[in-house]
C-alpha cells in the first residue's frame, strides 16, 4: 500500500517499495498533519501529530490485509516520527528504524547551557513550510494550501503555553529566561518528543542509524536511549552527513549492502525469521575503517 508524499515517492519510499515490496511487505508512505497531502495545520513533532501517528498505526495494524505486525522507519524529521510512534505504545508497532532522527527535542534546542538560536525559528520555519508547500498542487490557488496559511504560528500564545516559544520546545516548562528562550528544566513527560515515554511505552525493537556529521539533528540525537533501551537493539552509525547510509556521495565507504542489513532486521523483527544479523553495533572511524563492538553500546 502506497501513499504520495506531495507528489513523489522521495529516495527512501521508493528505496522500499522497490527492494521489500518483492519481499513481501506493504509500504506506506505518510505525510503528517499539515505536509504534503495531508491536511490540517503542522504540529511540529506535537501531541497532535503524535496522536495521529498513532491513529495510523492502528489502522494499518487492522487491515485485512495486514499482520498486524508494523515498522516505523524515516530520516530526519521523518526519523523523529519513528521515535514518536515508540512514544505511544502501540501495539502493533514492532520495531522502529529512526535514521538521523530527533529522540529529544529539549537536547536538540537546548545544549550546554543555553538555548541555540533554532529554539527561535524552527517552530515557525515549519509552520512556514506547511502553509507553503500545499498538498498535491503546491501553489497559492490550491484550497489546501489556502487552509495552511491560515494556520496558527506556532509562536502565538504565553510562553508556558503548548503553542509559545517556551512550550514547543519544553512542554510547557518553565522558562527563567522570559517568554522567549526555553528553560532548561522542562517536564520530561510533556516534552515533544521524550525520551522517557519512549522508554516506558515501547515494548518493541530498535534499530539506530545515524551519521556522525549530521550536525543538523546532532550526532549525540538517540545515543542515550540507545544504552537505556532494555530491548533488543542495533546500531549503523558512520561518517556520514545528513544522508541515507547506502547514497552518501562521495563518501568513500557507503554501506551497499544496507538493504540486505534491513531485510533481515524487518524478517526477524516482524516475520519472526531466525536469521543471523551481524555485529550488535558497527560503527566507521574518521578514517572509513568499519568495527564491531564487543558490546552493544555507544560509545564502548
Known sequence: QHAHHGGHLGALGQFLIENFVPAGYAVVQASVRGTGASGGCNDYLGATETKDIDTMLTWLGEQKWSDGKIAVIGKSYD???????????????????????IDSMQQLHYRNGSAETRSLILGADYYSFGATQGGPGGTPDDPQTASRVGCASPFRGPSPAAAGPSGYVTGGGPSPGGPVLPGPDCDPRRARPSPER??????????YIHGFQDWNVKPSQGLDIYNQFPGEKKALVGEWAPVHAYRASGHPSVRRAWAEMLLRWFGHTLKGAS????????????????????????PP
Open 79 to 101: 526519523g523523529t516520527t519513528a521515535w514518536e510512534a515508540a512514544t505511544t505504545g502501540n501495539k502493533y508497532l514492532k520495531t522502529i528504524v529512526p535514521i538521523e532522527g
Open 198 to 207: 519512549a522508554l516506558a511505552s515501547f515494548k518493541g525493537s530498535l534499530f
Open 275 to 298: 536469521t543471523a544479523l551481524g555485529p550488535s553495533v558497527q560503527v566507521e572511524d574518521t578514517h572509513g575503517n568499519w568495527r564491531a563492538e564487543p558490546v552493544n553500546a555507544y
